[in-house]
Nanobody, 118 residues
Framework: QVQLVESGGGLVQAGGSLRLSCAAS????????MGWYRQAPGRQRELVAT???????NYADSVKGRFTISRDNAKNTVYLQMNSLKPEDTAVYYC????????????WGQGTQVTVSA
């Protein structure tokens, strides 16, 4: 059974930094695209950043220049480096990954809370 486990969330002051990690485990043949999404209270889940196997990246306009997504294929892990954090970045952050096992589907992590104080 495949699992995605996030870590690295927490409370930080505006202007600070956090690094999120998400590790995939289980029977995995290959991991295709990976990404980070977030959901603030009362709002829909939104895309933050994605990264392909060819390390092509895509970012939401609201985080461009502040956040960096990367991956370590040897560790089946995706990272999100978040700098210059703003109160509006406060949300639960979820990772997802398109994973091939005996089938191919998208998996989600359980989420990690990021809170940015003014």
């Amino acid at each position: 059974q495949v699992q995605l486990v996030e870590s690295g969330g927490g409370l930080v002051q505006a202007g600070g930094s956090l690094r999120l990690s998400c590790a995939a485990s289980g029977i995995i043949f290959s991991i295709n695209a990976m990404g980070w999404y977030r959901q603030a209270p009362g709002r829909q889940r939104e895309l933050v950043a994605t990264i392909t196997t060819g390390v092509e990246t895509n970012y939401a306009d609201s985080v461009k220049g502040r956040f960096t997504i990367s991956r370590d294929n040897a560790k089946n892990t995706v990272y999100l480096q978040m700098n210059s954090l703003k109160p509006e970045d406060t949300a639960v952050y979820y990772c997802n990954a398109d994973i091939s096992t005996f089938t191919r589907r998208t998996y989600w992590g359980q989420g990690t809370q990021v809170t940015v104080s003014a």
